[in-house]
């Protein structure tokens, strides 16, 4: 396992780290450290180990710099990006609200 493998598709991490339950919306910023701790977490859910503070942090430079390199994010100030990708738009209020009630009632 090579912990560089996670660089090869950035989008599929930013797909994880929604997953996963970190705040990745469109035009909504992306900090660092999110990305760094989302990095760790996915080494230990997918592969049971801990890779650690050094390499988690030195994997999420080079994990915003293909985001960059990809469009999907651009820098903001100091560690934090925005991203800009339709695909993590947050669905209408009104389909929210639907589908609230659409559970209540079943």
């Known amino acids: 396992m090579n912990p560089e493998s996670i660089l090869q ?14 705040p990745v919306f469109h035009l909504s910023n992306i900090f660092k450290r999110d990305v760094q701790y989302a990095i760790r ?22 994990m915003m710099k293909a985001l960059e390199d990809e469009g999907l994010v651009k820098a903001f100030q100091g ?24 559970e209540e009632s079943a």
């Open 9 to 22: 598709s950035p989008l599929d991490f930013l797909r994880y780290m929604r997953e996963a339950g970190y």
């Open 41 to 62: 977490d996915y080494f230990r859910m997918n592969f049971k180990k801990d890779i650690g503070t050094r390499k988690s942090l030195e994997l999420s430079d080079k």
């Open 79 to 102: 560690n934090a990006w925005t991203l800009y990708h339709e695909e993590f738009l947050l669905p209408p209020q009104e389909e929210e609200e639907k589908k609230e009630t659409a």
